[in-house]
DNA sequence: AACTTCTATCGCAATTCTCGATAGGTGAGC
DNA sequence: GCTCACCTATCGAGAATTGCGATAGAAGTT
């Protein structure tokens, strides 16, 4: 049983049949059937139950089936090993939710990108849980989510921690007064954002609940409604310093379990960390998160 | 790079030579050279230094040496994947605490081994630690130890809790005079035993300190000695009851936080789980572990 | 009944693997 | 300084495996 065994078997399994696996596989019906066979002999057990449209798996191929995928990510991931010289160089696919791609790693992506030219970086985004999966599917090698996750394959460690803020138009009115207004709106950077569970978790806890969405997809589009006075919306302290500071804004402190948001960087425990993955890791902790940080 | 290839360059590797491995792996050393060039020209990365009394691993070598660890375990352990029709059969290596395997487990042992004559069990002891690392190099399928372990890639389950009370002559006196005795002596199964520890503990609590010990092999050994005033000992209920009952001894019971000791099942989580071992738990879980325990 | 789709098998070619022998290099010991 | 012991690299021939194309057979579809 070897990985190229493997490989032809999994094929076979996933397509359901020899001849669309020859096809993938490059190379001959004949050849995916003798392999096959000479596994079933090897193993002493069947694999496939053949019938006229193709073949299903026995009890034991489907035994069979995980250790053949996960035999395969484990050689990729040796070849990347041994690649991986110490110099962050080739791909690095990380993936983060898009609230934080927007507003915090923008400047971390940008002077990641300048520092190592060598390494096609990939950002995927997604939520939370379709980014867990990701990761642990071996797709990415690692993930800025809102945590915590507690899975017990995934070493996470926090790299942010935000202070959420409601942000307001400019009143000298409480902000109970000010969430009490007719029409008033939440704003929220996209569907599903983290932010946007948070805040209807905030207000809904004052009683105000019911309150129409609405969605903007820049950061000063958000504060541009707030300042408006057209809705109220929930960001890190640090992004709307500087509108706070114009005077264009309100910004209203929460209790700090309300307002405390960490976000993590997920990655498999088990998974071969990259040269790449490290100096971005570095990278991102070193002070370069900060960049958009008040003063 | 097949799994034929690692395993060649893990035993060259191991070995420090290509004709010691050719050696171990039944082939010609011209052989092993060829492989090895091959896997080098694949990975374009040299892999090792050759030198005149051998070979010794570059860092592109050293990188890809676990990897051939894990996908020779991998492998493996889908061979037994495939193997394992449902029906428990076969090697079932498992490990446990001398205390317990003495305790607990011989009823369970025995009960299992006529119902699963197919099943070949090893039993290994060691202390908790030792076992630990077994499970995680693959050496055992499963262990009994003491908790809690919080290792990452093991999954724990409580399948013992024991309640230890403390053994002494009888006597009208209370706990605390026996204790005062001079030349009391502590009574344990076995030196490194856990509940020697915890009974040292137990003792320094109360201010004793400094005590002989003494070591038995047997149970029926340590409740004689208690039962003699030679000395004191700490023993689960159960094993006690009967010597209690005929008034040999008398049993004194402890604070919960010092009584109450969890015996874990730990497995690796990632591992397979064999017939034989889901059956041995199922047969450990289901009351045949209760035949010491009191009515 | 003809057709399509699939697997099993066979013979042959190409590739790969294995083996044994030989060459070359290096350190230990005399 | 020489030989000896031990090691790796390379070569060529034979063996084994793998890959390919063609054909046969089975089963569902039209």
């Not at 190592?116 to 985004?125: H, S």
């Not at 040269?275 to 902790?285: E, G, P």
């Amino acid at each position: 049983m070897d990985a190229a065994d493997l490989r032809i078997f999994e094929a076979v399994a996933r397509l359901g049949g020899m001849n669309r696996a020859a096809g993938e596989l490059r190379t001959v019906q004949s050849n995916v059937t003798q392999r096959i066979r000479q596994l079933e002999e090897e193993l002493e057990a069947p694999l496939f139950q053949r019938h006229a449209r193709g073949v299903a798996l026995t009890p034991a191929g489907r035994r069979l089936l995980p250790y053949a995928a996960r035999v395969a990510q484990l050689i990729a991931e040796a070849r990347r090993a041994v690649a991986d010289d110490g110099a962050p160089k080739g791909p690095l696919a990380i993936g983060s939710l898009e609230t934080t791609a927007a507003l915090r790693l923008a400047p971390v992506l940008a002077s990641f990108a300048a520092a190592y030219p060598e390494v096609d970086l990939a950002l995927a985004t997604g939520t939370s849980a379709e980014l867990v999966d990701l990761v642990l599917g071996h797709r990415l090698e690692g993930a800025f989510v809102c945590g915590p996750v507690r899975h017990p394959e995934l070493e996470e460690e926090t790299v942010f921690r935000e202070e959420l803020v409601l942000v307001t138009q400019r009143s000298p009115l409480g902000v109970d007064a000010l969430l009490a207004a007719r029409d008033l709106k939440i704003v929220v950077l996209r569907a599903g954002c983290f932010y946007r569970q948070r805040l209807e978790e905030i207000l809904a806890r004052r009683g105000v609940v019911g309150l129409r969405r609405l969605e903007f997809g820049t950061i000063d589009g958000l504060i541009g409604c707030a300042a408006a006075g057209i809705g109220v919306t929930l960001l890190p302290r640090g992004v709307v310093a500087r509108a706070w500071r114009e005077g264009r804004v309100n910004v209203h402190a929460l209790p700090a379990e309300e307002a405390l948001v960490d976000t993590l960087f997920i990655r498999r425990r088990d998974g071969f960390v990259s040269s790449a993955l490290a100096a971005f890791l570095a990278h991102a902790r070193s002070g370069h998160a900060e960049a958009e940080a008040p003063e």
